[in-house]
């Protein structure tokens, strides 16, 4: 069993930079995918029905492998440390319309997806305000 617990968010000005942090209690987090998911706001319910949930990015259990939605791309940059049972998010060049609220999620499979119904463990979810 994973937990997850993230950290970082806030409200920032388009154009500036955010990382989020994703801490894994468990000892297994190297031998899991990871991946990130956000839902714009006010779509917490359609989230929590698996609706809305909006791939950003997901990384191999070793780091080798990452994937990013277009929206995201030459912007955001997922990596891990496996040492630490820690995931980032690196996110640089802030728009308006990444305001949303940004979940990290583990997979029990060493490869990644943007598929959150493959997705085992989730953490609590952080908002993101980005103002123009």
């Known amino acids: 069993q994973e937990q997850l617990v993230q950290s970082g968010g806030g409200l920032v000005q388009a154009g500036d930079s955010l990382r989020l942090s994703c801490a894994a209690s468990?000892?297994?987090?190297?031998?899991?995918?990871m991946g990130w998911f956000r839902h714009a706001p006010g779509k917490e319910r359609e989230f929590a029905s698996g609706k809305e949930r909006e791939f950003i990015t997901s990384i191999s259990w070793s780091g080798a492998n990452t994937y990013y939605a277009d929206s995201v791309k030459g912007r955001f940059t997922i990596s891990r440390d496996n040492a630490k049972n820690t995931l980032y998010l690196q996110m640089n060049s802030l728009k308006p319309e990444d305001t949303a609220v940004y979940y990290c999620a583990a997979r029990e499979d060493p490869s990644g997806s943007y598929n959150w119904q493959e997705y085992d463990y989730w953490g609590q979810g952080t908002q993101v305000t980005v103002s123009s």
């Open positions: 468990g000892r297994t987090f190297s031998s899991y995918a």
